[in-house]
């Protein structure tokens, strides 16, 4: 089945300590992304990937990493979480024409 | 900065009734517009509409994009309880795929 799949589902976690949030997709897709969504805010993208190795900010970078060493893998990291990145995460992937994007189920984060 | 706007921020309608949702944007190097329906998950793709096709319809849903008025509408006819979601409008512009979501409409239908 094709899909984005990410991990934890659900994470609370204390001010400090690093954490990661994995994304993968078995679709082949160049195109992956991070979003955040917060109420009033809608949907912010965090970074996102055209390819292996090619990585780029989106509107909202502060305060997080990622990496693209494999083309399925676009792993979220966040070396040292605050409160106010306490949000709903989703992870996108697309393939070539890269603007149909297929989202993953979501990872609520809490940062306490 | 690229921006895009939704319009009603919420509506409330009856079953059987016809909905028109707003999308108005401003992107350096437009290439195209998608909308999304999210309930209480993750978003799931409708249209993607883009200067070669400006108009796209499935069912009791369609979409027009106007690049005159950088604006686009998603029409539902004869809603059902089932349409209740959150609808989300994106823009992909910029040099590198950048996209920019509105903050959605909270389409409510009620029997």
């Known amino acids: 089945e094709a899909q984005v799949t990410q991990n934890p589902r659900y994470l609370i976690t204390v001010t400090g300590k690093k954490l990661t949030v994995t994304c993968s997709q078995n679709?082949?897709?160049?195109?992956m992304s991070w979003y955040r969504q917060d109420p009033g805010l809608g949907l912010r993208q965090i970074y996102y990937?055209?390819?292996?190795?090619?990585?780029d900010k989106g509107d909202v970078p502060e305060g997080y990493k990622v990496s693209r060493k494999e083309k399925r893998n676009f792993p979220l990291i966040l070396e040292s979480p605050s409160p106010n990145q306490t949000s709903l995460y989703f992870c996108?992937?697309?393939?070539?024409?890269?603007?149909?994007?297929?989202f993953g189920p979501g990872t609520r984060l809490l940062v306490l | 900065e690229d921006k895009v706007v939704q319009s009603p921020l919420s509506l409330v309608v009856h079953e059987g009734d016809t909905v028109t949702l707003n999308c108005s944007y401003e992107?350096?190097?437009?290439?195209?517009l998608l909308w999304y329906k999210q309930e209480k998950k993750a978003p799931t793709f409708l249209f993607m509409l883009?200067?070669?096709?400006i108009e796209k319809k499935s069912g009791r849903l369609s979409s027009i994009l106007d690049k005159k008025e950088l604006s686009s509408i998603l029409n539902i006819t004869a809603t059902q309880t089932g349409d209740s979601a959150i609808y989300l409008c994106?823009?992909?512009?910029?040099?590198?795929?950048?996209?920019?979501f509105g903050i959605g409409t909270k389409l409510q239908v009620i029997p």
């Open positions: 996108a992937s697309s393939p070539r024409n890269r603007e149909t994007q297929y």
């Open positions: 679709m082949n897709h160049e195109y």
């Open positions: 990937s055209m390819n292996v190795e090619v990585t």
């Open positions: 992107v350096t190097n437009f290439r195209s």
């Open positions: 883009t200067s070669s096709g």
């Open positions: 994106a823009v992909v512009g910029g040099g590198y795929q950048k996209v920019t």
